[in-house]
Structures are given as structure tokens and as C-alpha cells.
């Protein structure tokens, strides 16, 4: 098969990009053809490279002329986008459509439905633009990068498309991480399709166990912002002192910082590359998963299971549905500091209990998120896309010959 994966990066690297790359060599791995289009926000920073990116937020013509040309020249059986926004715009599934090519899409964030891409600001979950065409009331607050303007042509973008109908009749298959992001879309302003949306995890590859023997401190990873749950975190920390390793680096670092100062038992690490961070997963007693929004899925948590480390995680989006509690980890209600200090005492309290939900983590990795298990997926999922384009395809594929 002949896959083209397009993405957007962002400025500052993230998950997104990470599952991109991870997924178009799994790809190549087992001996398909892919290749890659790539655009980058690190090339608007001017106030002119700002105001053109904006405008061509709703259908930007340039790269559409660029995605063109890639079909031309690749000829794919299948698109895969895993980020439009800003620099591509929804204008690749225009020309995907009109050249024939079934186009797959990655739902890694909530855009499509809340500028916010988080369905979280002001301190908690928001779920009241979910059904909105045009989230007003999202500009008054500003929740895109702190701007009106900002935040507006996101509103813009997506709620024109959603009129227009291009999530619904452009977009062959969304693929959504869980259950539970993939319910939340089906009944959301996008309209999609019965059976437009398919469910497929990420994955990871086999990090493995550790044959040192297990510390008694617990690990939290990740961006130190408030829809984490660092403040929760930091709070059942003082209620129930326990050692505990914080690694990341964020706009609460500030605050991470003075608490460790003035906390015996807490270790701040701030960034540290991946290789070190599987070392402290191999090694801890569980992980800590304190997002408090509904997060599409948790990286962090199938890395743990990997190592056969279990996951204490606040019981909302993503992680509610990778952690079953009691069996590879345990639950807390979001944002109770109580709770989390109690769940924490429980694997304190009873070693054989963490250790028997690490073998079962472990076993959770290995059934569920191993990268030959989502090849499978993911190759089933593309299939279904071409199926579902010659359905209401035309006869006669558009190739450079009936182009030039």
C-alpha cells in the first residue's frame, strides 16, 4: 500500500508528533510505501507570516497547491492526516476528494469541536461547545493562546467547515484513541457519519522490565500545567508524605519548585530525555496520572504498563479507560487530594498488590498496545477508507496525465 502522512508541527514538539513518526514506520516496517509532507509552525514568526497563516486558516490555496502536487507525484492508495491546523487548513481534504484518495484522520485533540483543544479552561472541563457550530462565547474568553483574534479563527475555521460539511463528506475515517473521545465526537456539531469514526489506540514499542529491583518512590511525568493536576498532585503529597519524583517542565514549574523546596520527601527533575524517564518508570513503585481534562488518550500510562509499573490516574477521559481499577492500577476522582493520597498509601501499604497489578500492566501492554497490534488496526482502518471511497467514487481516478 501507498500511504502519504501529512502533519502539521507545532512549535514546541509534543505527543502528536511523536505518534506521527512512530506510525509511519511501523508503516515501513512491514513493507509499505510511505511518504511523508510535513509543515511547521516554527516558520511563522513574523507579523506577516502571522496574518498569512491567519488568513488561510478556512482554506489556505498554497498548500493545497503543495498536496496536489505530492498526489500527483506519490500516487497514494490512502491519506493520513494527523494535524491541519494552522499552515495546511482543511484544504488537503478538498484535494484529496477531487483527486479520489480516501483520507484517514488522527483525532488527537478536541479542535474540531473546542478551540481550546482541550474542552478544558478556566480551571475545569468545559463541555458546552460540544454541540456548538460556533463557539462565541470561547473568543469573550480568550481560551486560544490568550487571544480574541486567535481564538476567533479557529471558531472561524472549524464552524465554516462544519456548515460546508467537510467533516462529515470529506473525511473518509477520524480515528479516535478511546471509547470514550470517539463517543464524545459521534455526538458533537461535527454530524459525523454512523460508522465514521473507528477506534484505534497508540502504541509503544516494548520498553520492558527492569530486573533491578523496585524504589519506593512514585513518578509523575509530564507538563507541569494546571489541566494536569500538579496542584492535586502537590496537595495529596502534603497530606500523606511520600516519596515521589516529578519530571517536566511547564508554567507551574515555578510552584513545583518552592514546594520541593520546603518538602522533604519530593524530587523535582525537571526535563530529562526519554531514556532517563523509562529508567525512573522501571524502577518506581506506580505512576502518577493526574490530568484532570479529558485527555484523548496517555501515553505515559501504556510506556508504564510496558515496564510493568501499575498507574494511580484521576478517573476521567483517556486514562479512565487504560487504567482498570483494581486490576492495572487504581482510580481517584479528579482532583480529590484525598483520594490520591489514600490510592498511594493502598500500593504503599501492600507491595503484593502493586506487584501483582504490574504483572497484569504488563500483560494490558503486550494484549492491547504492542505496535503489531496496532498495525493490525490501523491497516484494517485504512482499508475500510478505500472501500468506503469506491463506494461513492466516480469511475476514473484523477492522475497528472488528466491533469496536465
Not at 529491583?213 to 502534603?238: C, N, S
Request: aromatic share 8%.
Amino acid at each position: 500500500m501507498r500511504i502519504l502522512i501529512i502533519h502539521n508541527y507545532y512549535k514546541q514538539a509534543g505527543g502528536e508528533d511523536t505518534v506521527f513518526h512512530a506510525e509511519a514506520a511501523l508503516l515501513q516496517e512491514h513493507g509499505h510505501q510511505v511518504e511523508k509532507l510535513t509543515f511547521s509552525n516554527n516558520e511563522v514568526n513574523s507579523l506577516p507570516e502571522k496574518l498569512k497563516a491567519a488568513l488561510g486558516v478556512v482554506y489556505n490555496p498554497g498548500s493545497a497547491k503543495l498536496v496536489e502536487e505530492r498526489i500527483k507525484a506519490f500516487q497514494p492508495d490512502v491519506i493520513h492526516v494527523h494535524n491541519f491546523f494552522p499552515l495546511l487548513s482543511p484544504a488537503v481534504f478538498y484535494v484529496a476528494n477531487r483527486m479520489q484518495v480516501p483520507i484517514v484522520m488522527t483525532l488527537h485533540n478536541y479542535r474540531l469541536v473546542c478551540p481550546s483543544a482541550l474542552l478544558y479552561y478556566n480551571g475545569k472541563v468545559q463541555l458546552e461547545n460540544l454541540r456548538k457550530t460556533f463557539p462565541l462565547g470561547a473568543i469573550r474568553q480568550k481560551v486560544y493562546r490568550d487571544s480574541a483574534v486567535q481564538t476567533a479563527s479557529v471558531v472561524l475555521t472549524t464552524g465554516m467547515h462544519k456548515l460546508l460539511g467537510t467533516w462529515k463528506s470529506k473525511v473518509d475515517k477520524f480515528i479516535a484513541l478511546t471509547p470514550g473521545a470517539a463517543d464524545l465526537f459521534r455526538k458533537s456539531s461535527l454530524k459525523l457519519r454512523p460508522g465514521q469514526v473507528a477506534v484505534k489506540p497508540n502504541f509503544t514499542q516494548d520498553i520492558g522490565i527492569s530486573r533491578a529491583e523496585r524504589e519506593d518512590y512514585f513518578l509523575y511525568v509530564g507538563r507541569l500545567t494546571p489541566e494536569k493536576g500538579i496542584e492535586t498532585l502537590l496537595k495529596a503529597h502534603e497530606l500523606n508524605p511520600f516519596p515521589l519524583k516529578v519530571v517536566g517542565d511547564g508554567p507551574l514549574r515555578g510552584r513545583v519548585e518552592e514546594y520541593a523546596a520546603a518538602h522533604a520527601g519530593i524530587d523535582y527533575l525537571g526535563f530529562q530525555n526519554r531514556e532517563q524517564v523509562l529508567e525512573h518508570l522501571k524502577r518506581a513503585r506506580g505512576l502518577i496520572f493526574s490530568s484532570e481534562w479529558l485527555e484523548t488518550f496517555g501515553m505515559t500510562i501504556i510506556e508504564a504498563f510496558s515496564t510493568g509499573t501499575p498507574v494511580i490516574a484521576a478517573n476521567i477521559g483517556g486514562a479512565a479507560q487504560l487504567v482498570e481499577d483494581g486490576v492495572n492500577g487504581l482510580h481517584y476522582s479528579p482532583g480529590n487530594a484525598e483520594e490520591l493520597a489514600e490510592r498511594v498509601h493502598t500500593l504503599i501499604q501492600y507491595p503484593r498488590v502493586a506487584t501483582r497489578m504490574g504483572v497484569i500492566a504488563r500483560q494490558s501492554y503486550e494484549v492491547r498496545y504492542t505496535p503489531e497490534a496496532n498495525y493490525h488496526v490501523l491497516l484494517s482502518i485504512y482499508e475500510d477508507a478505500i472501500r468506503t471511497k469506491k463506494k461513492k467514487a466516480p469511475a476514473t481516478k484523477v492522475t497528472e496525465a488528466n491533469h496536465s
